[in-house]
């Protein structure tokens, strides 16, 4: 199981995060599931309900617990992590969750993708979506 985590800047639209996701699919295979932190959801299931994907949702104050491959200073002091593409995949792939590589940015540099692969099995299923209407963040 693939799943695409999203970071994005207030600015992003469908397209940006479209082509985030085509770079990333293009690197590491198509995506099963793809993921946002609470903030960000709306823009994502967007793209999700767009693709046929099931969205996922990650709570933005466990953004910081993540491991990340790529080190954002600006990222760092808005979210607390290097990457919430990253931060967001890792952890929407739970305790098994592996990033595949470091986040790709779209070419209008408002949107970035990452992959992490998860084992899911009947007992350890992907997070539920959560419900959020808060505007999407502007960290990447």
Do not use: N, W, Y
Not at 20 to 38: M, Y
Not at 96 to 114: H, I, K, M, N, Q
């Amino acid at each position: 199981m693939r799943i695409a985590g999203f970071g994005m800047r207030r600015s992003a639209t469908l397209a940006s995060l479209a082509e985030a996701l085509e770079r990333l699919e293009a690197r590491h295979g198509p995506a099963d599931r793809l993921a946002a932190a609470d903030s960000m959801r709306p823009a994502v299931q967007a793209l999700g309900e767009a693709r046929g994907l099931e969205t996922l949702a990650v709570p933005d104050a466990a953004l910081a617990s993540a491991e990340t491959l790529t080190r954002s200073p600006h990222s760092r002091r808005a979210r607390g992590t290097g990457s919430v593409a990253e931060a967001v995949a890792v952890l929407a792939a739970g305790p098994s969750g592996e990033l595949l590589g470091p986040r790709r940015v779209s070419r209008d540099r408002c949107a970035t993708a990452a992959m992490a692969s998860a084992a899911l099995t009947q007992d350890a299923p992907a997070r539920d979506i959560k419900t959020s209407d808060t505007p999407a963040g502007d960290t990447t």
